[in-house]
């Protein structure tokens, strides 16, 4: 949405509603498009995909003669047999069949924060951002296709591993650049404008001028100083005004990104029905998961398409002061077109590696305190999130020997709980008058009941009951916990997007939510590879449900740390240093 001049000759921008609605398709069209693969796929079918080709190709401890899988006459005589560990060798090492897709899962998200980082400086290009989204999202969804000419019989098997890597890459980089359109929106939303340019008129300030150019004229001034030199009246209308803006500005953000999930969520759903088609009738096989990675697969780079129409081509990423989105090339200011001139990915490439290493310098750090204070907790967060949800899966399939269909309604429950987690929180949160923050303790302190939960099934009361139910011992718990997560998975996904807009630089939203999803990738990778050495070491992966426990509780008074208000602020004045 340009900046269009009031007919009166005000210097005030007025609303263009449908090309702001045309952006806004575009950035709900790829979330619908590639949520599918996060449902169906990552969530869901590739950890299974994988465990499974790995127990096509092992061999049952402690002889390692027999198949994991019945393609020999060796009969299964009774449950000790069905409850022994697969292991396959893949090189010169003996794997868990469980840990080889966590270790798979791991080396994926590590070499999607390296792949993150290296192209933060070119997201944040303002001519190249949706290039770059493409890019990765035809990366991704091809490789996920392939999984369709790849049976775990072929002697070459093992490629499956990056396949996966690659399409688990592809999504993750693609995510960040569409991310980076998240603040854009929200700034550009009908309502947010009135709001800026009713505080721009008590202020006095130039609405073309982005607002940290003011911050940086103005950095040798008392920084306590008011905008407003109308005296106290003044000075109450211009604060009143700012706290409208900035709590229209928190409300239309947490919105989008809410509704981008529930609307992710609902075609998760609907491919997950879809695929329950082929898996029934194969009977869970491996043929049967790798169809349906493949279908996630084709779903993603269909509905990219309207993406690929109606996201803007060159977005200048304005500061809180500005009200624009660029439509078009011709949008761009001088300024870019002549960046644009001396333009070299190599030399961006390099650029990222060394803004990476000033952004973490102390001085940054402590100029953007709240920031980085957020992106801690996130760190354990989201590990504890995401290994939940791959953890769940293994350990219904591997422990309580939960069929693949059985799974997938698993699979479907969780996403459609999430909807209606994504939805309703939004509306607790205006009935309870709760903050951003405040929603996000809570729903993290209700995640944190689900791997306790999981813990208590190591009390003899729960083994051994004739009730045969609790502590996670059933595969009936298993679908009453996948709505209970999913209802705050779904909610937690879009309002820890969200908060973190609040807390990122004008002008660099990409570089910024790459350092977002680094520090994701980071603890994901970990979290899996942690989770997998449990599995090896322990033969049982429920043991693994302390160390989830133990990741999301160690957040929650690092979270509860975080100044709200101070931190908008701070993101607001910053000026990064030149490279």
Not at 380 to 390: E, H, W
Request: charged residues 15%; neutral net charge.
């Amino acid at each position: 949405m340009t900046i269009d001049l009031d007919t009166d000759g005000s210097d005030f921008p007025k609303f263009d509603k449908q090309k702001y609605n045309r952006h806004l398709r575009g950035w709900f069209s790829y979330a619908f498009a590639s949520e599918v693969f996060v449902i169906v796929s990552l969530t869901l079918f590739l950890p299974i995909c994988l465990e499974q080709f790995a127990r096509d190709n092992g061999y049952l401890l402690p002889d390692k003669i027999y198949p994991c899988t019945p393609v020999t006459t060796q009969p299964v005589s009774n449950q000790a047999d069905v409850d022994a560990r697969c292991v396959v060798k893949v090189g010169w090492l003996w794997i868990d069949s469980a840990s080889f897709s966590l270790y798979v899962y791991s080396l994926s998200v590590a070499l999607q924060a390296l792949t993150v980082i290296s192209m933060g400086g070119i997201a944040d290009h303002p001519l190249h951002r949706k290039k770059l989204l493409l890019t990765f999202a035809a990366l991704g969804s091809f490789s996920a296709i392939l999984f369709l000419l790849l049976p775990s019989s072929s002697p070459v098997w093992p490629l499956v591993a990056p396949l996966a890597i690659f399409a688990n890459v592809g999504f993750g980089a693609s995510i960040v650049a569409l991310n980076a359109y998240i603040p854009t929106l929200a700034q550009g939303a009908q309502e947010v404008v009135a709001a800026r340019a009713d505080l721009l008129r008590l202020t006095h300030t130039d609405p073309t001028r982005p607002s940290y150019e003011s911050a940086e004229d103005e950095s040798t001034g008392d920084a306590h100083e008011p905008l407003l030199s109308g005296g106290e009246d003044g000075d109450k209308a211009s604060a009143e005004a700012k706290a409208k803006h900035d709590k229209l500005l928190s409300a239309t953000t947490s919105r989008i990104s809410s509704q981008g999930i529930a609307l992710g969520y609902a075609a998760g759903i609907v491919m997950l029905l879809l695929a329950l088609i082929p898996v029934r009738v194969l009977k869970g096989s491996t043929d049967s998961l790798r169809l349906a990675v493949g279908l996630s697969g084709l779903w993603w780079a269909l509905f990219s398409l309207p993406a690929a129409v109606w996201l803007p081509g060159a977005s200048s990423t304005p500061a809180p002061g500005a009200i624009a989105l660029a439509e078009s090339e011709a949008d761009v200011t001088t300024a870019h077109v002549r960046e644009e001139d001396d333009w070299s990915m190599s030399r961006e490439i390099v650029r990222a590696w060394k803004r990476l290493g000033q952004m973490l310098r102390w001085r940054e750090i402590a100029r953007l305190r709240n920031t980085f204070i957020y992106l801690a907790a996130w760190f354990l967060l989201s590990d504890g999130f995401t290994t939940i949800t791959s953890t769940a899966l293994l350990f219904a399939k591997t422990t309580l020997h939960m069929p693949a269909s059985s799974l997938i309604l698993i699979g479907a429950l969780t996403p459609s709980a999430g909807i209606a987690g994504s939805l309703a929180w939004p509306w607790v949160q205006r009935r309870m008058g709760w903050s951003n923050l405040k929603v996000l303790v809570v729903l993290v302190g209700m995640a944190s009941a689900i791997p306790a939960y999981g813990c208590l099934g190591f009390l003899d009361v729960f083994r051994k009951s004739s009730v045969k139910f609790g502590g996670l011992t059933t595969p009936g718990e298993m679908y009453v916990l996948a709505v209970y997560f999913g209802s705050v998975y779904g909610a937690f996904q879009g309002y820890a997007r969200a908060f973190y807009a609040e807390f990122i630089p004008p002008g660099e939203e990409a570089r910024w939510y790459g350092l977002f999803s680094i520090t994701d990738k980071s603890s994901s990778f970990v979290g899996p590879l942690v989770v997998g050495l449990i599995a090896d070491a322990t033969g049982n992966i429920r043991y693994s449900f302390f160390f989830l426990v133990f990741m999301i509780w160690a957040a929650i008074p690092i979270l509860m740390a975080v100044d709200v208000e101070r931190g908008r602020e701070d993101a607001q004045q910053y000026t990064a240093y030149a490279t």
